[in-house]
């Protein structure tokens, strides 16, 4: 009998390499051959002024949107904000779009998380509201980074490692036949449910 596939799916691979478009193409591939599914999450897009990066924003699978970080901001209550480089992150916006998209509910066919990384972990309740997608019977596509210098973020590590977790890493020689397998698994998953 052959291992039921895993019904967490998780995208890694270096910065730039495209697992958001990735995700967002397995997306609208689920949407335009399943229109009644009910699909929920977030991505977060790069943020661009004269051609230079200069933040990311959360938005939702509906189109809602909001900052997630920008090197830009400089308000009173952005001095406490955490940081990522040279980004200032904006957790109370992440928290207000993302987290109501990650509540379980059971009309939800799949869940889609772009990303859990540095950012989105710097909210408290951020990791926990993914935890109980993970453990849920929901189908869910995640992209998480790759570990730098051999080292993993604590709480992407635990999802790398979470028992039953397919792990995809991407490079730019893979992307079509990676993003082929990932909708073949989540339409085989789809049809179960």
Known sequence: MAAAPSRSLFVTGPPGVGKT???????ETLMASHPNLTIRGFYTREVRESGERVGFEVVTLDGRSGPLASSK???PESVRWP??????VDVASLESLALPELQVKEETDLFIID????MELFSSAFFP???????????????????????????????RNHPG??????????????????????NCLLQKR
């Open 21 to 27: 478009t990735l995700v967002m193409r397995v997306f």
């Open 83 to 88: 940081t990522v480089g040279k980004y200032k």
């Open 115 to 118: 990303e859990v990384g540095k």
């Open 73 to 75: 901001v400089s308000s």
């Open 129 to 159: 509201a993914v935890m109980r997608v993970i453990e849920s019977n929901i189908p869910v596509l995640a992209t998480i980074p790759i570990p730098r210098n051999g080292r993993d973020i604590p709480g992407v590590a635990r999802l």
């Open 165 to 186: 977790a397919a792990i995809f890493t991407l490079n730019t020689g893979n992307r079509d036949m990676m993003r082929e397998t990932i909708y073949n698994q989540l």
